[in-house]
T-cell receptor
Framework: QKEVEQDPGPLSVPEGAIVSLNCTYS??????FMWYRQYSRKGPELLMY????GNKEDGRFTAQVDKSSKYISLFIRDSQPSDSATYLC????????????FGQGTTLQVKP | NAGVTQTPKFRILKIGQSMTLQCTQD?????MYWYRQDPGMGLKLIYY???????DKGEVPNGYNVSRSTTEDFPLRLELAAPSQTSVYFC?????????????????FGPGTRLLVL
């Protein structure tokens, strides 16, 4: 079983739609959760960072963590064509090992 | 700040050749990382470094070597290129790592090097 599972998509939605991106994880000791956005042929860039259960909002983006279910989500409201990218969830495992564990990434296309 | 820079952007190698992927950061970060990204597979850690002179293996280190002689530079060496090393390679850096919770673990990525081994 992979430590972090993410539906690779691709996911295609019309402009203005609400998008839900999800990851599940197997290690209940994970405490810190991130979402990276990666445009085509670019390096990933940090989008959201959270370390507790609940919701964290930043503009049109909301990161949600449910530690009891070992499930995290990223919601994008009023999606725009510029949101078209691959979204990667990432988690810091316990033990200060210096590693980030990434999901496989979900490719999102927002059609005008 | 240029952030994290990588060279070359693209390279074709023949089986058995060697090459060095260059990575430089100007953010004075102590921690640096090398990842490879294969289609649909996310990012896998190859090697990382917690400071000049200190390196450690990640998840997929076989076939690669690294060195860290300065804070700024973290080159990745492929000694005997194999088709399985065809991938996109990303270098990243961060102020720290672990679970301090202050966001200092944020990793900043370079633009990547596309490598094709034929």
């Amino acid at each position: 079983q992979k430590e972090v599972e993410q539906d690779p998509g691709p996911l295609s939605v019309p402009e203005g739609a609400i998008v839900s991106l999800n990851c599940t994880y197997s290690n209940s000791a994970f405490q810190y959760f991130m979402w990276y956005r990666q445009y085509s042929r670019k390096g990933p860039e940090l989008l959201m960072y959270t370390y507790s259960s609940g919701n964290k909002e930043d503009g049109r983006f909301t990161a949600q963590v449910d530690k009891s279910s070992k499930y995290i989500s990223l919601f994008i409201r009023d999606s725009q064509p510029s949101d078209s990218a691959t979204y990667l969830c990432a988690m810091i495992p316990p033990g200060n090992t210096g590693k980030l564990i990434f999901g496989q990434g979900t490719t999102l296309q927002v059609k005008p | 700040n240029a952030g994290v820079t990588q060279t070359p952007k693209f390279r074709i190698l023949k089986i058995g050749q060697s090459m060095t992927l260059q990575c430089t950061q100007d953010m004075n970060h102590n921690y640096m990382y090398w990842y490879r990204q294969d289609p649909g597979m996310g990012l896998k850690l190859i090697y990382y470094s917690v400071g000049a002179g200190i390196t450690d293996k990640g998840e997929v280190p076989n076939g690669y070597n690294v060195s860290r002689s300065t804070t700024e530079d973290f080159p990745l060496r492929l000694e005997l290129a194999a088709p399985s090393q065809t991938s996109v390679y990303f270098c990243a850096s961060s102020y720290s790592f672990g679970t301090s919770g202050g966001g200092q673990e944020t990793q900043y990525f370079g633009p990547g090097t596309r490598l094709l081994v034929l």
